[in-house]
T-cell receptor, first 110, second 114 residues
Framework: TQLLEQSPQFLSIQEGENLTVYCNSS?????LQWYRQEPGEGPVLLVT?????EVKKLKRLTFQFGDARKDSSLHITAAQPGDTGLYLC??????????FGTGTRLKVLA | GAGVSQSPSNKVTEKGKDVELRCDPI?????LYWYRQSLGQGLEFLIY????????KSGLPSDRFSAERTGGSVSTLTIQRTQQEDSAVYLC????????????FGPGTRLTVL
């Protein structure tokens, strides 16, 4: 069974702080995605990374795919209350299906 | 509408009853996925459609769960003889093509089995 473990599971921080969320697996993925989900809504795609070692930036968010394509991290700089939500990573072991991680629930306090 | 829609948004049913959940994907999207999400956790893959065919049903938890897709568009997920452990949010997503194209998610159906 392919599993994607995310850490931490919960994170509560003050506005302006930095944070990193980790997504780890023993399996190799052809690509990996990060989503953010808000209450009552479906997940929304933030980024897709496909190359080992790849780094992508989306405003204050930095995403990195591990060299071996088994892990990834999401770093948020100067977090804002609008960043609050459930962050999910999802890895594609093959060509059409994504395996979702266990989720990290982030709360940013004003 | 422009996005993926799901109905009903909420469903409360009694143990043992059958329920049908509906998904309207984005027009023109050939791939459709069903997921289950419990207690705001990660998503559990249930089934994948390419057109009207379901090449991968591996995630369906039991034979009480079935799904179909008609006209390459609307999909229905049916749960027979519901159990309390079926309570969850059921999410549908569609993508233009199968594979790593962006999946667009609907808002989900929250199912509560009493």
């Amino acid at each position: 069974t392919q599993l994607l473990e995310q850490s931490p599971q919960f994170l509560s921080i003050q506005e302006g702080e930095n944070l990193t969320v980790y997504c780890n697996s023993s399996s190799v993925f052809s690509s990996l995605q990060w989503y953010r989900q808000e209450p009552g809504e479906g997940p929304v795609l933030l980024v897709t990374v496909v190359t080992g070692g790849e780094v992508k930036k989306l405003k204050r968010l930095t995403f990195q795919f591990g060299d071996a394509r088994k892990d990834s991290s999401l770093h948020i700089t100067a977090a804002q209350p609008g960043d609050t939500g459930l962050y999910l990573c999802a890895g594609a072991p093959g060509t059409y299906k994504y395996i979702f991680g266990t989720g990290t629930r982030l709360k940013v306090l004003a | 509408g422009a996005g993926v829609s799901q109905s009903p948004s909420n469903k409360v049913t009694e143990k043992g009853k059958d329920v049908e959940l509906r998904c309207d994907p984005i027009s023109g999207h050939t791939a459709l996925y069903w997921y289950r999400q419990s207690l705001g956790q990660g998503l559990e893959f249930l089934i994948y459609f390419q057109g009207n065919s379901a090449p991968d049903k591996s995630g369906l938890p039991s034979d009480r769960f079935s799904a179909e897709r008609t006209g390459g568009s609307v999909s229905t997920l049916t749960i027979q003889r519901t159990q309390q452990e079926d309570s969850a949010v059921y999410l549908c997503a569609s993508s233009l093509n199968p594979g790593t194209d962006t999946q667009y998610f609907g808002p989900g159906t929250r199912l509560t089995v009493l």
